[in-house]
């Protein structure tokens, strides 16, 4: 997720990944266990990346493809960066700006080499192949742990991925979004109408609509993940036709969020909190909680599980209840009733008594996408495949 070219075509790899990942089907409950069935490596206590023995400080590597404080993709993994660095025993090294050329590979190749890390985590879907791929077989005792559920049968036993499912925090903003609304209309600027963003703008619509049910929501596609001009475009133009509040999936929501400040229309944001932009108008968000992620990671670690010894999943997926995504603080324009409805929606998302994809569902074209009756838990693989937009979306999904 780059502000810069080199990130398109990687972006394309990662549904690819996604639906190419989704038949294992592995989900957020393999924290707790070991579900490998790869054979153990023959890394010793003395090799990079063998169980950490006593006190041994672990070392953790991150790389992002942009700036670390782009209000946006980088950003969240900066700040889950940051986040882990506070545990004992954890030291951390970062570098930013890092394009997805051979370039990763010597930030890796240094970091191993020279700050001495045995667990990387290269956050950008276009480090994965071949750049991480190569690295992980010159360095078979290091583990290298991609973003973007690309892993798949066959690769080096050293190669690990996560990624969350944003669904259900997306359901709670539009609920948000649909109480705090005076108009009745809601918009969404997105870069592409490919799996994930779909999936975000129905979760964000199919919350809305279940606290008005008329609600309607107009989506632009910029056709791009950062093109700042064609982002203020859209939150003008959207603000033009008497949208009062905006939702977002573009790399960096910072056009968005301050254009539409500009405009006086509020904001639900996207990647991490951006409450600073528009203190007034940002009403919350959904935000990765990496922090949590890579703390996971670096107890299992510490506690001597490896991707090669089969004590951590090669592939972990979650959402709101195994702390993968989280809402952005509520802000000042939240009302209190709002506030409450968003925990106790959160709350029964947690404990399995709601469901984002819940029949009958239509597209916005008056297909039965979902029938009544027919529930689909968050990791279901069959939602890698959603190819429409809910009903009440205003736009295309091609």
């Known amino acids: 997720m780059s502000i810069r070219r080199s990130l398109y075509l990687p972006r394309r790899q990662v549904i690819r990944g996604l639906l190419g990942t989704a038949a294992f089907g592995i989900s957020s409950r393999l924290w707790a266990g070991c579900s490998s069935n790869q054979s153990p490596s023959a890394s010793t206590p003395d090799s990079p990346g063998a169980s950490p023995a006593g006190d041994k400080e672990l070392v953790m590597g991150f790389i992002y493809v942009g700036a670390k404080d782009d209000f946006g993709w980088n950003q969240s993994h900066a700040e889950g960066k940051e986040g882990v660095s506070k545990l004992a025993g ?61 892993w798949k049968e066959g690769l080096p036993n050293n190669i690990g991925s996560y990624f969350g499912d944003v669904d259900e925090a997306q359901y709670v903003a539009g609920r948000i979004a649909a109480q705090t609304s005076k108009t009745g209309k809601l918009g969404f600027v997105a870069a592409k109408p490919i799996n994930p963003v779909l999936r975000n703008i129905n979760g964000f619509m199919l919350g809305a609509r279940s606290v008005k049910p008329e609600i309607t929501m107009r989506v632009i596609f910029t056709g791009d993940w950062s093109l700042p001009v064609k982002e203020a475009e859209a939150t003008n133009s959207l603000a033009d036709q008497g949208i009062d509040v905006v939702g977002m999936h573009v790399d960096s929501p910072k056009v968005v969020i301050e254009t539409a400040q500009k405009r006086g229309i509020f904001t639900s944001g996207f990647h991490t909190v951006q409450s600073s932009l528009a203190p007034q108008l940002y009403l919350t968000g959904t935000a990765w909680d990496w922090t949590s992620v890579y703390s996971n990671y670096a107890e299992m670690i510490k506690a001597g599980k490896t991707l090669m010894n089969g004590g951590i999943p ?36 947690s404990s399995g ?46």
């Open 90 to 150: 954890v030291k951390t090294v970062e570098q930013a700006n890092v394009p997805e050329t051979t370039e990763v590979q010597e930030a890796m190749r240094s970091m191993i080499e020279q700050e001495g890390a045995t667990v990387l985590f290269p956050t950008s879907f276009g480090y994965f192949d071949p750049h991480i791929v190569k690295m992980a077989k010159d360095y078979p005792n290091v583990q290298f742990f991609h973003c973007g559920a690309l």
């Open 314 to 349: 090669h592939l972990i997926r979650g959402s709101l209840k195994e702390k993968f995504v989280k809402l952005a603080p509520y802000g000042a324009a939240v009302a209190d009733a709002t506030k409450k409805d968003a925990d106790d929606t959160i709350a029964k998302f």
């Open 353 to 398: 008594d709601l469901a984002v994809y819940k029949g009958a569902i239509e597209s916005n074209n008056g297909q039965v996408k979902i029938p009544s009756g027919t529930a689909f838990k968050i990791t279901d693989p069959s939602l890698d495949k959603i190819d429409w937009l809910a009903d009440g979306v205003v736009g295309s999904a091609t």
